[in-house]
């Protein structure tokens, strides 16, 4: 095993394990005083600020040990740290990652590039709440074969992620909430009609056996929270249907992030298009769909 992939695997125990024991009914923009935080020098192209300079859009070099080279948003701690960059120019700073955030600071322009490329707009959604999720074969971490519509008669709430994401306020953060999620039903007696599904759009690595032990990691039951993916046609056209965009970049993916909850009908009842969703606005959500709430 690659040092990189025996850092990811030590990471994501360290996530699962906060997941169970702190509710994660909230969310923090950075990591409090006295957290583990890694830090990485790196060096990029900002392309765009977004958030009223709360995210920054840059396409960085490869950060030895850690990740790939790929565009992406990043958090960004200083928004006055943008003001004066424009899209093109080359900078560095600094990437500093805790157990369940990230955040980039010291921002320093070093030069400027000819052209850059602006990457596409987001799409909040290409599906309205109350229009019928499109059915499609997927499969599991068992290897079992099975469709989405075989989950009408219960509220379903399933989200877009790869194994080997890397940053905690992308894809672990969608699989430590679906956990909290997860909890909250668990210890509802009156609510036991849901399921969870995380979605890989990374098939050639995450097989059966990854997403096997990827669902160990986060505690899945598997009654009620499978991890499972599909041929990339499958996905694309799934993912696309909410406005999820997924660029490959090497070994590694540029994307947006998607949640969904569909209510016992099969018809879309929300779509969180971000990160900063709190665990109990979803489960309110699916509890809202199982009493068939408005």
């Known amino acids: 095993m690659k040092t990189s992939q025996r850092r990811w695997m030590l990471k994501a125990v360290c996530w699962v394990a906060l997941a169970l024991t702190v509710p994660l009914f909230g969310t923090r923009l950075f990591a409090p005083p006295g957290t583990n935080v890694v830090h990485y020098a790196v060096k990029?192209?900002?392309?765009?600020?977004?958030?009223?300079?709360?995210?920054?859009?840059?396409?960085?070099?490869?950060?030895?040990?850690?990740?790939?080279?790929?565009?992406?948003?990043f958090n960004v701690r200083q928004p006055d740290e943008l003001k004066s960059l424009k899209p093109g120019d080359q900078i560095t700073f600094r990437l500093n990652v805790a157990d369940t955030e990230d955040w980039i600071d010291e921002i320093h322009r070093t030069g400027t590039s000819l052209s850059v490329a602006l990457p596409p707009k987001e799409i909040a959604s290409e599906l309205d709440p109350g229009a019928p999720v499109p059915d499609c074969v997927l499969t599991n971490q068992s290897g079992r074969a099975f469709r989405l519509g075989e989950f009408k008669g219960r509220a379903l709430a399933?989200?877009?992620f790869f194994s080997r994401c890397p940053l905690p306020t992308f894809c672990p953060r969608m699989n430590n909430n679906l956990a909290a999620v997860q909890a909250a039903l668990q210890a509802d007696a009156t609510h036991t009609n849901w399921q969870l599904l995380s979605i890989s759009f990374?098939?050639?690595?995450?097989t059966p056996a990854q997403l096997a032990s990827h669902a160990a990691l986060y505690k899945a039951d598997t009654n009620h929270w499978n991890f499972a993916t599909a041929r990339p046609d499958v996905i694309r056209e799934l993912s696309g249907a909410f406005g999820l965009m997924v660029i490959s970049d090497g070994a590694s993916f540029s994307h947006n992030l998607r949640t969904v909850v569909v209510d016992p009908a099969?018809?879309?009842?929300?779509?969180?298009?971000?990160n900063e969703w709190a665990p109990e606005e979803l489960a309110n959500e699916m509890r809202n769909a199982?009493?068939?709430r408005p």
């Open 44 to 73: 990029g192209v900002f392309l765009e600020s977004r958030n009223n300079g709360g995210k920054a859009v840059i396409r960085h070099e490869t950060i030895p040990g850690y990740m790939d080279a790929m565009t992406m948003p």
């Open 158 to 160: 399933f989200t877009f």
């Open 202 to 206: 990374d098939p050639q690595f995450d």
């Open 266 to 274: 099969g018809r879309v009842r929300k779509v969180f298009a971000d």
């Open 290 to 292: 199982m009493n068939r």
